[in-house]
């Protein structure tokens, strides 16, 4: 399984290793090292590759690459996923999961790194159960264990364990017992030139935020749960419940997770918050170019569009933009070539617009393609899919619980095409 | 480290290598050693242990007779190490613990730090935990490196084994079996086949992932690790099932007898076990069963043809094959295998959903196994790493399978801003598949690709539409003329790219496409890219008949660069030479003999080769003979178009979803997934003589499936239909009907009647209740209820039925209506109630011919019944608490294998807890 782990910055230095079986050298990073070089875009970099010796699957994300050597046959999707739940660990425990944060608190990580493997084989991933063998870090600890000689470092084998919920550790005891849940639901969008949509669809995840003492049994109703076509599950739901009633009964894990995602059928049609009326165009001569984009709202039932930004990636010929918004503020960034405007808030009286010329490298042909536009949105307070949460019970325990749930559409990964 | 020189220290430096039991004895004495150390705080100058200590640290430098000396040495160069050193050797816990972070901070850093073993091995037995945590941290790294050393920590391991606290037996299991050095391989072999029976699942678990280790460490412990395997594999527990197959898979993949016994346990155990452990057991039934079961695929081998319109008949289909050729029996085992899994596909981890899938495609029948394409086109939505492998497999099953992945096709739309190589594979999968009817909408698609900033994708999507074009005829012109119009893109890539890829479709299309050549004669000064340049020459020369006025111009302009050109150029040159000399020498006779003579005299042998091989070929001479005579023959032969296939072809060759197939190399330790055997093997195997409890160690590890039946009675007061899990009902339908029969023999335990109807309310109807604790008859999910219903009155009441419930969902199992009860008699009748697993009372109505009463029925705890296999009685004594607390009922019959029992029990969650 997984022999080894190097973390690498994005610059491409090793600052933290860790070997399950026996040491391989990090020498072995080099061919990762040059096929990062040849991806250039480290998005690029292909996540499996192939050593004389090692095969290497890497992650990118936060700026890290996870890269871990491997010397036999394993699933890619098995090493990919370990690593990216590493990555949510760090997360988890240290609030982000940067290069800075990991050295400062290597010796947890190397703790965390050493309970979540044996032998290169996932030991305990749950969140809930590393929490009882290494407590995270937080300051009032951090001092009372220099005076006492106190330690972060659990002696008991985590109940959840051994137990039949093994992401819910025991004697959880809280005052103030509350279970939030956010519906939130991403659109995934395609829109042609033309205002069609090509491609769309609603994703959405249900995060909870449980805090009950005790052992809690849950469930989790939906006015409309018809609409949920493919879903996946938090390992705590009972599937069988599902199947046959469409409710959500589970016993929580304590703290952050996330219950469920979901895709909303197909078949129903995607309301398209906004719509994009542009015009970008680049003349034949004098080296320039025009753009013009605005934005009116279209399906938002009623509620306000928030948090509008359009990210352009433009052709590598545009030099400077000289544009003017009537709204929010645009950057444009020399380098990678990205213009981004923050629009803010969508007034649907006054539209938004952005407008201006575009300079091109002097004597660079004209570009062949047109830059799409990725645009994100937030509409608080609405699932965009109609999705409604009818009720929560609770069992198992006699107290009453504080319980809210909240709505949130986002868009996606929404582009326009031009 | 104060080591001291011992008197004896020349003498046990004079046979630094003795043979192992000496080493052995000198282990013990270690042990006490370093326990006296330990314990006393004293360093290894104490008196009776020093010889022992020194020996041990003798060997690792030798040089000097004091080791002492020998740090001294280090502590010019790394002075940092010196004093972490001290801060190991203080008497002060948070010192230790302070130096220890530090020393990890250098590990983890890749920095060596083996120099400070002496210093850290002493902490070895510190009872701070987080201190002792991080010198196995320490131990585990540089134990290799210093295995004389590390043998002094070796018993403390020994002696954590026996701890009463099985976290701790378990890490210490863990880092003995960590600690690379080959002269401890029989401690671990002992330390693993104790712990394989440890009663913690937990140390098995460990013990499991040890077997792995030891293996790697010394190969030849393979038989006696077996035994440890095959003991580990009839474990019931979810915890050990996913470890214990890792260490099958790696250290006896091919004994794939071990498994028969334990196949339908682990099929029901799976969906229990971790996520993990899921994908290693899952990968390694797909093997298994390809060697066990015949192949589902015979009787719809037409499906093979990938051809959509006999898939989507396939019910038809069906229908017809078995009055032709004998029916396929699926083994029931192989469908246990194709049930258990599918809950999986909901899974949120990728790699359990993507094994599911994988067996789903080389395991079930074709039909069935488009349920996976759902749950994959879902994984598209996770991280690019996930996408990218995940897409890789799509594109091997649309290859084969185009009607499965169909009519998710806009899911694999390309975004702009989606990294290059899952842009590529998008369009792989989009291009597989294209048929007849969406051609149009992809073809759309390809054409804002096309466009796109990034140039390599540009490329491939060029090479999509040639593929589109060859496959389907349709639009084989559109495409065509689709690709000459980019001929004037001002992109070089893209123009070189159509180029390339309209020389491939001229060839399968050798109609008059003249005037295409024309256009890329034109084109060619504007050309840089050598493969593009290659290609038109190649399609001139190949069809130089149609443009016999442009092909020795061009001819002319090549005469004129060839010595700049790029090698694989002037090989097509030099073919077009060639050609025009045979078919128009009066014009090109000079020029092509201008142009052999430069390739003469060529830099690349490759060029000099072809350049002879073609002047001895079409110039006669009198050494050329008799092949002169067929020169056009052979140059001007009809040459059979190139088949533009998918990349991702031959990837089906290798098992889904694993290493070998994302880099399409067959990766060490790939296990070749076998053919189906064309005969069954003997299908007995696999059964146990004994019903095969799945869930006898409750205090174990109650499976989560089973106990929401288990935790939920007592804590649900909403109504709802009943949830069983489907183990169980199998549970139940393993029993003969004579043993459902027997249920009604009188059982244990106190029997509490409980009033229903009182005779005043009842207007002379009084009914009582009690549960008999058994099995309902009726449904597996429904609780039986004996009613004893009374005639207090004067006359005879007639029609006593069941009318309403509430709530309306009620399921309940009436029992038939009384036609006539005498005054003063009664009759126990038997119905059976399902409370949905809850404590809420089933209301409903009794009614006789004139009157309605309304009664209740309120489970009590503990009235709430699952029926429960066990093994073994034993199980039940070192519980005692499952069978004493009042909470928890027992009940049991006789089953009809003597010696053991059937139980239904009722447990609530807390006392579950408990038992943990």
Known sequence: ?418 | MTLSESSDDSVKKSNPREDWPARRGGLRQAEVDTCGVMSSGVGYNDQTGAETAVEAGQETTPTTSSSGAAFGLFSSDFKKNEDLKEMLESNKESLKLEAMKRVVGLISKGKNASELFPAVVKNVASKNIELKKLVYVYLVRYAEEQQDLALLSISTFQRALKDPNQFIRASALRVLSSIRVPIIVPIMMLAIKEAATDLSPYVRKTSAHAIQKLYSLDPDQKEQLIEVIEKLLKDKSTLVAGSVVVAFEEVCPDRIDLIHKNYRKLCNLLVDVEEWGQVVIISMLTRYARTQFTSPWKEDAVFDENNEKTFYDSDSEEKKVPTEAKPYMMDPDHRLLLRNTKPLLQSRNTAVVMSVAQLYWHLAPKHEVSVVTKSLVRLLRSHREVQYIVLQNIATMSIQRKGMFEPYMKSFYVRSTDPTHIKTLKLEILTNLANEANISTILREFQTYVKSQDKTFAAATIQAIGRCATNISEVTDTCLNGLVLLLSNRDETVVAESVVVIKKLLQTQPTQHSEIIKHMAKLFDNITVPMARASILWLMGEYCDRVPKIAPDVLRKMAKTFTTEEDIVKLQTVNLAAKLYLTNSKQTKLLTQYILNLGKYDQNYDIRDRTRFIRQLIVPSEKSGALNKYARRILLAPKPAPVLESAFKDRDRFQLGTLSHSLNVKASGYQELSDWPAVAPDPSVRNVEVIEPVRSRLSETPMFSASCCLVSPAVTNAPKPSVISSSLLSDLEGLSLSNVSSVTSPSFGPVKTYELLHHMTGKGLAAKYHFPRQPCLYQPSMVSVQVILTNNSDHVLEEIHIGERSPAGLNVHCFNTIERLEPGASVTVSMGVDFSDSTQAANFQLCTKEDQFGVSIQPAVGELLMPFTMTEFNDLKTHPRTFSDNRGHLFKKKNCIPGYFFYQIFVNPEQMKKDV
């Not at chain 1, 030991?123 to 590393?130: G, K």
């Open chain 1, 1 to 418: 399984m997984i022999d080894s782990l190097f973390l690498i910055n994005h610059s491409g230095d090793i600052f933290l290793e860790k070997h399950w079986k026996s040491v391989i050298s990090r020498s072995v990073c080099d061919y990762f090292f040059e096929a990062k070089e040849k991806a250039v875009d480290p998005e690029n970099v292909a996540p499996v590759l192939q050593t004389p010796h090692h095969y290497l699957i890497s992650i990118y994300r936060d700026k890290i690459f996870f890269l871990s050597a491997i010397q036999t046959e394993v699933p890619p999707l098995f090493v990919i996923e370990f690593l990216h739940r590493v990555g949510d660990t760090f997360l988890d425990y240290f609030g982000e999961c940067s290069e800075t944060v990991i050295k400062d608190n290597v010796v947890i990580v190397y703790e965390l790194l050493e309970e979540m493997l044996d032998n290169g084989f996932p030991l305990a991933t749950e969140s809930n159960v590393l929490k009882e063998m290494i407590k995270p870090p937080n300051i009032l600890r951090s001092v009372v264990n220099t005076l006492t000689g106190g330690s972060n470092v659990g002696n008991t084998l985590p109940t959840g364990q051994l137990s039949n919920v093994p992401w819910r550790r025991a004697g959880v005891k809280y005052t103030n017992n509350e279970a939030y849940f956010d519906v939130i639901e991403e659109i995934d969008a395609i829109l042609d030139k033309s205002g069609t949509t090509v491609f769309a669809e609603i994703q959405g995840v249900i995060e909870a935020c449980v805090r009950l003492t005790g052992m809690p049994d849950l469930t989790l109703s939906f006015m409309n749960p018809r609409l949920l076509d493919d879903v996946s599950f938090h390992p705590c739901v009972r599937f069988k419940r599902w199947e046959s009633e469409r409710v959500l009964s589970f016993i929580p894990p304590d703290g952050n997770f996330t219950l469920m995602s979901y895709q909303v059928s197909s078949q129903n049609l995607v309301a398209i918050p906004v719509y994009v009326k542009q015009n970008i165009s680049f003349l034949e001569a004098g080296s320039c170019g025009r753009l013009d984009i605005t934005i009116g709202p279209k399906q938002t039932m009623g509620k306000t569009v928030e948090g509008l930004m359009v990210t352009v990636h433009m052709p590598k010929a545009v030099l400077t933009v000289n544009l003017t918004a009537t709204q929010g503020t645009h950057t444009y960034d020399l380098a990678t070539k990205v213009l981004v405007w923050d629009i803010g808030k969508l007034n649907p009286q006054k539209l938004p617009n952005l407008r201006g010329s575009l300079s091109m490298q002097p004597g660079a042909p004209k570009p062949e393609e047109y830059p799409s536009l990725n645009i994100d949105l937030k509409i608080q307070q609405l699932a965009i899919s109609g999705l409604k949460v009818s009720r929560l019970d609770m069992y198992g325990e006699k107290y009453k619980p504080f319980k809210g749930v909240k709505y949130l559409t986002k868009a996606g990964k929404f582009q326009v095409r031009t």
